[in-house]
């Protein structure tokens, strides 16, 4: 059974920097193909793809925000993390991790999704 | 970047209609269209990947078709459950979700 899990501060203030941590079990992150991706939601708005983690380390960022983007994993853990730094309250969204079997690009298996809000 | 379109963004209709959503890409993404069905409060759902291949589980009522930049989602014979938010996501070049389309009872 594939599950992820996302974890990290409910609460951030303007311009710190986020990190937020997916857990994962079920499958394994140095399986040829798998990716773990991030995806975010504001509230009442539409879902927004941020970055993907590859199972051979490749790395691929959202064009408009991957200044600010940083994926890595730990496949020993299981785990795979995406900070993001200056962050504003524009970035108050509901945060999620997904997996990617194939190397697809396509989503099968989400996490419950973390919401973050940015606030002074 | 690939800009996805869909329409319409609410669509109202009835249990055992046959919906229909569109989405429209920008540039060419050959057949890397997804679809995910989303509930309030709960992670979206993979329906559709490669624009017409159904995922594991998925009722057969759901279809996509579609290649290029033009894809369509249908939906035969509405039921309670599929009332629902749906989004399509292109995955050619990086990735690109589309606003969401709002399927609510009539």
């Known amino acids: 059974q594939i599950t992820l899990k996302e974890s990290g501060p409910t609460l951030v203030k303007p311009t710190q920097t986020l990190t937020l941590t997916c857990t994962f079990s079920?499958?394994?992150?140095?399986?040829?193909?798998?990716?773990v991706g991030w995806i975010r939601q504001p509230p009442g708005k539409a879902l927004e793809w941020l970055a993907l983690?590859?199972?051979?380390?490749?790395?691929r960022y959202s064009p408009s925000l991957k200044s600010r983007l940083t994926i890595t994993k730990d496949t020993s853990k299981n785990q795979v993390v995406l900070t993001m730094t200056n962050m504003d309250p524009v970035d108050t969204a509901t945060y999620y991790c997904?997996?990617?079997?194939?190397?697809?690009?396509?989503?099968?298996?989400w996490g419950q999704g973390t919401l973050v809000t940015v606030s002074s | 970047d690939i800009q996805m379109t869909q329409s319409p963004s609410t669509l109202s209709a009835s249990v055992g209609d046959r919906v229909t959503i569109t989405c429209r890409a920008s540039?060419?993404?050959?057949?890397?269209l997804a679809w995910y069905q989303q509930k309030p409060g709960k992670a979206p759902k993979l329906l559709i990947y490669?624009?017409?291949s159904l995922e594991s589980g998925v009722p057969p009522r759901f279809s996509g078709s579609g290649s290029g930049t033009e894809f369509t989602l249908t939906i035969s014979n509405l039921q309670p459950d599929d009332f629902a938010t749906y989004y399509c996501?292109?995955?050619?070049?990086?990735?690109?979700f589309g606003q969401g389309t709002k399927v609510e009872i009539k």
């Open positions: 079920g499958f394994s992150l140095s399986s040829s193909g798998v990716g």
């Open positions: 983690m590859y199972w051979n380390d490749d790395k």
């Open positions: 540039q060419s993404i050959s057949s890397w």
């Open positions: 997904a997996q990617t079997p194939y190397g697809s690009g396509s989503y099968s298996y």
């Open positions: 996501q292109q995955y050619n070049s990086y990735s690109t």
């Open positions: 490669k624009a017409s």
